[in-house]
């Protein structure tokens, strides 16, 4: 079975400074990895995904994941954040051949602050 | 705008009493699956449907039911409710092969 360690609870941070949240995953097989978004009062939203080729994956407004297989870790990085940036940050992995079974488990998520 | 639908946004019900959660989907998606979110333990999947009348137990399915009778919605049923089970309920889709869910903005209900 599959499982994901965020290693930050929380992560303060200065409006523009570079971030950078930990994820880690468990898995005997191949996988695929994801990071989604939740704005306050809000459902989770896609960030970006890593399902093949490059292993570096990039978002619509900056963010940044790479899959590093022999480091187990799907590390997701800004390299200047803004204050519309808080929110919390879930790592999610699902089995990539698992036969029909799409089902993703998450980790317990980063809240990420930006102060200005 | 494609979307999930949950009924609602907020719910206060009582111990021991049947509660539906209902959730729709306009994109067509064959999956659908229910989550509850809890402060410091993330998501936790509770059952989720690959089609049709059919549904298969996530991780922490006791105490909570589903029913997928039409292609577009998933109902999670808790059959008796408990104070324990005050959660936010998250539902979302996915289309077969795709692995990109789409949330609903989430149900939080306090059983009192």
């Known amino acids: 079975a599959q499982s994901v360690t965020q290693l930050d609870s929380q992560v303060p941070v200065f409006e523009e400074a570079p971030v950078e949240l930990r994820c880690n995953y468990s898995s005997s097989v191949s996988v695929y990895l994801f990071w989604y978004v939740q704005y306050p009062n809000q459902g989770l939203q896609l960030l970006l995904k890593?399902?093949?080729?490059?292993?570096l994956v990039e978002s619509i407004n900056g963010f940044e994941a790479e899959f590093n297989k022999s480091q187990t870790s799907f590390h997701l990085r800004k390299p200047s954040v803004h204050i519309s940036d808080t929110a919390e940050y879930f790592c999610?992995?699902?089995?990539?051949?698992?036969?029909?079974?799409?089902?993703?488990?998450f980790g317990k998520g980063t809240k990420l602050t930006v102060n200005p | 705008d494609v979307k999930v639908t949950q009924s609602s946004r907020y719910l206060v019900k009582r111990t021991g009493e049947k509660v539906f959660l209902e959730c729709v989907q306009d994109?067509?998606?064959?999956?659908m699956f229910w989550y509850r979110q809890d402060p410091g333990l993330g998501l936790r999947l509770i059952y989720f449907s690959y089609d049709v009348k059919m549904k298969e137990k996530g991780d922490i399915p006791e105490g909570y039911s589903v029913s997928r009778e039409k292609k577009e919605r998933f109902s999670l049923i808790l059959e008796s409710a408990s104070t324990n089970q005050t959660s936010m309920y998250l539902c979302?889709?996915?289309?077969?092969?795709?692995?990109?869910?789409?949330f609903g903005s989430g149900t939080r209900l306090t059983v009192v």
């Open positions: 994109m067509d998606h064959e999956n």
């Open positions: 979302a889709s996915s289309s077969a092969g795709n692995y990109g869910y789409t």
């Open positions: 999610a992995v699902s089995e990539s051949d698992a036969g029909g079974s799409e089902k993703l488990v």
């Open positions: 890593y399902l093949s080729g490059s292993t």
